[in-house]
Structure formats: structure tokens, C-alpha cells
């Protein structure tokens, strides 16, 4: 399967009280042509921040230090602003977080998709806006002829999610990153964003699904990365990460979701070392069941297993 983007190496620092802080550390990530790989982690994890340093829309007091990210044979952390833009929205679309407050209160769906379609796309503004109300058919949206005429208050959060991915899909991107695009939605809405993301996989997309919660991207994600501190302890894909999950992170996440009812629900001791706490070895030994003494010194890289699964764990160590 033809890989699509690749991150090799990359760190990412963060400026506080004049110190620099590692957030990202020497991740590596592989998106396949019409997959969705989703990326999970607990807040605080650099999920977010992983991807966003695809498009580089990073907080000013972020650097990126070292690695790549290659696309289309360019590595984007060397391009100009002048040669992003032309990739962010077009290339590569993102979904952002919060649909209640991603779209402009003081303009009408119609102003916002079509300003977004006509920067990106060489059409008239009727062919823009007939592009608009075919992409909200094609997300569910009931009447798109006069729903593309209201203002951002006037629609549900599900909607307003709705037209921001039916915005990104007008530009027919290559990749689409969806960072929580079921944050702050109820579970069935929840549902019909995630199913209409598995559609726009199936018709050729590929998607990376940024999610806390390892039971909603169950029945959607082809590929699955579990980050902690910055790193990724766990890269399989998804079948095998659920049927036998290996490092002691992603077991500890299963057991968490409340899947078998007779079985009793297990909470992490413990809750993940603020960015400013520098933790030696593994950073995840200091909630570990399982940790050794080598786990407070070592760090373990990412290994390969036979079942095609990439764990960072001495229990796993290549």
C-alpha cells in the first residue's frame, strides 16, 4: 500500500519561562493511501501538536528542532510560507477541534465555503457555490440549498462539524486531519461524523483521526498509534492492537473501556507527568505494573514484532 506521508524523527520543543521543553520526541509515522490512522493519546500527550506540525500552524513559543516530514518528495518543514499555503486546505485539509467555534459568527456558511473554494480553486463564484451545496449534500446536510444560507448560531454543533468537513472536502485534498472532530457532540452524532469519515475513506481519502478515547475509533481506524509524553509506545494496526495489545499503556487503555459489562473496569494510577517534569527512561515507568529498574534510565525505541505491531517496551525490546 502506497504511503502517503511520512514523519521520521521528529522533535518539537516548547519555550516556557525562557527553558525549552521536549513535547515531541523522535516520532516517526506512516499514513497509507486510503487509510484512517488514527493517533491516540490522554491531553498533554503532543497528539495535536504531531499534526499540526504537518501544516506548521504551531504556537509561537513551539520549535520544531530536527526530523522530516515528507510529502509528495518535499520535506514540508523546509518549504516557505508561500509554498505551505499552497498545500494547507488544497493538500492537506484539517478538521479542527471544536466545531462551536471554527466557523465565523459574523458571516453565513455560504461567504465562509466559498471564500475557502474560490482561494483554492480557479471557478467563478457560482461554481463555487455549487461545489458548496453538493459537498453538504454529500456530509448529510438536509437541505443544503437553505441551510448554506444560515449563520453559524443557527445550527447544532453536529451541523456546524458537518460544514466544516463538507469545507474541506470541497478542495479535494489528498489528506484530511480530523483533530476531535467528536469533541463536544453527543454519542450519536458522535457516530454519524465518524461513519461519514469512514465514507470519505472508503471513496479514496485518507484521514489522521486525532482521539483521547480508544473505543470510538474502534470500528473506524485501519491504523492505530498510541502516543504518551510526547512519544509513540505502540503502533499496530487496529485489529491486532485490540485482539493483543503489548505495551503496558495500551493494555492498561483496553482495559479501561467498558466493553464486557461482567468484567470489572480497571483505571491508570496515576495521571501523566506535566511537560515542564523531566522524567528519565521510560516516562511511562512511573505508572507502570510492570517497570523494572532498567525502565527508570532506558528509552526504548519502537520495535518491530512479528504480527506486524511496533512496540517501545523492555517486555518488547529488539
Same mark, same amino acid.
Given at each position: 500500500?502506497?504511503?502517503?506521508?511520512?514523519?521520521?524523527?521528529?522533535?518539537?520543543?516548547?519555550?516556557?519561562?525562557?527553558?525549552?521543553?521536549?513535547?515531541?520526541?523522535?516520532?516517526?509515522?506512516?499514513?497509507?493511501?486510503?487509510?484512517?490512522?488514527?493517533?491516540?493519546?490522554?491531553?498533554?500527550?503532543?497528539?495535536?501538536?504531531?499534526?499540526?506540525?504537518?501544516?506548521?500552524?504551531?504556537?509561537?513559543?513551539?520549535?520544531?528542532?530536527?526530523?522530516?516530514?515528507?510529502?509528495?518528495?518535499?520535506?514540508?518543514?523546509?518549504?516557505?510560507?508561500?509554498?505551505?499555503?499552497?498545500?494547507?486546505?488544497?493538500?492537506?485539509?484539517?478538521?479542527?477541534?471544536?466545531?462551536?467555534?471554527?466557523?465565523?459568527?459574523?458571516?453565513?456558511?455560504?461567504?465562509?465555503?466559498?471564500?475557502?473554494?474560490?482561494?483554492?480553486?480557479?471557478?467563478?463564484?457560482?461554481?463555487?457555490?455549487?461545489?458548496?451545496?453538493?459537498?453538504?449534500?454529500?456530509?448529510?446536510?438536509?437541505?443544503?440549498?437553505?441551510?448554506?444560507?444560515? /449563520?453559524?448560531?443557527?445550527?447544532?454543533?453536529?451541523?456546524?462539524?458537518?460544514?466544516?468537513?463538507?469545507?474541506?472536502?470541497?478542495?479535494?485534498?489528498?489528506?484530511?486531519?480530523?483533530?476531535?472532530?467528536?469533541?463536544?457532540?453527543?454519542?450519536?452524532?458522535?457516530?454519524?461524523?465518524?461513519?461519514?469519515?469512514?465514507?470519505?475513506?472508503?471513496?479514496?481519502?485518507?484521514?489522521?483521526?486525532?482521539?483521547?478515547?480508544?473505543?470510538?475509533?474502534?470500528? /473506524?481506524?485501519?491504523?492505530?498509534?498510541?502516543?504518551?509524553?510526547?512519544?509513540?509506545?505502540?503502533?499496530?494496526?487496529?485489529?491486532?492492537?485490540?485482539?493483543?495489545?503489548?505495551?503496558?499503556?495500551?493494555?492498561?487503555?483496553?482495559?479501561?473501556?467498558?466493553?464486557?459489562?461482567?468484567?470489572?473496569?480497571?483505571?491508570?494510577?496515576?495521571?501523566?507527568?506535566?511537560?515542564?517534569?523531566?522524567?528519565?527512561?521510560?516516562?511511562?515507568?512511573?505508572?507502570?505494573?510492570?517497570?523494572?529498574?532498567?525502565?527508570?534510565?532506558?528509552?526504548?525505541?519502537?520495535?518491530?514484532?512479528?504480527?506486524?505491531?511496533?512496540?517501545?517496551?523492555?517486555?518488547?525490546?529488539?
Amino acid at each position: 500500500m502506497e504511503t502517503l506521508l511520512k514523519i521520521n524523527n521528529l522533535n518539537l520543543e516548547f519555550e516556557i519561562n525562557d527553558k525549552f521543553y521536549r513535547a515531541i520526541k523522535d516520532l516517526s509515522f506512516e499514513l497509507k493511501k486510503g487509510t484512517i490512522h488514527a493517533v491516540i493519546g490522554e491531553s498533554g500527550s503532543g497528539k495535536t501538536m504531531s499534526v499540526m506540525s504537518i501544516i506548521k500552524l504551531l504556537p509561537k513559543n513551539a520549535k520544531i528542532t530536527s526530523g522530516e516530514i515528507l510529502f509528495e518528495g518535499k520535506n514540508l518543514l523546509e518549504l516557505k510560507e508561500k509554498e505551505m499555503n499552497k498545500i494547507r486546505g488544497r493538500k492537506i485539509a484539517l478538521i479542527p477541534q471544536d466545531p462551536m467555534t471554527s466557523l465565523d459568527p459574523l458571516y453565513n456558511i455560504e461567504s465562509q465555503m466559498i471564500e475557502a473554494i474560490i482561494t483554492h480553486k480557479k471557478c467563478t463564484k457560482k461554481e463555487a457555490l455549487d461545489i458548496a451545496v453538493k459537498h453538504l449534500k454529500a456530509v448529510n446536510v438536509y437541505e443544503p440549498e437553505k441551510k448554506i444560507k444560515t /449563520y453559524p448560531f443557527e445550527l447544532s454543533g453536529g451541523l456546524k462539524q458537518r460544514v466544516i468537513i463538507a469545507t474541506a472536502l470541497a478542495l479535494d485534498p489528498d489528506i484530511i486531519i480530523a483533530d476531535e472532530p467528536t469533541t463536544a457532540l453527543d454519542v450519536t452524532v458522535q457516530a454519524q461524523i465518524l461513519e461519514i469519515l469512514k465514507k470519505i475513506k472508503e471513496e479514496g481519502k485518507s484521514i489522521i483521526l486525532i482521539s483521547h478515547d480508544l473505543g470510538v475509533v474502534n470500528s /473506524y481506524a485501519d491504523y492505530i498509534s498510541i502516543m504518551y509524553s510526547g512519544r509513540i509506545v505502540e503502533s499496530a494496526p487496529a485489529d491486532i492492537l485490540f485482539k493483543n495489545p503489548k505495551h503496558p499503556y495500551t493494555k492498561a487503555l483496553i482495559e479501561a473501556l467498558p466493553y464486557n459489562k461482567n468484567k470489572r473496569l480497571k483505571n491508570i494510577k496515576g495521571s501523566p507527568s506535566p511537560i515542564t517534569e523531566i522524567i528519565s527512561g521510560c516516562e511511562f515507568h512511573t505508572r507502570c505494573d510492570f517497570k523494572e529498574a532498567i525502565c527508570e534510565s532506558k528509552i526504548f525505541k519502537l520495535c518491530q514484532q512479528e504480527d506486524l505491531s511496533n512496540v517501545a517496551c523492555r517486555l518488547y525490546d529488539c
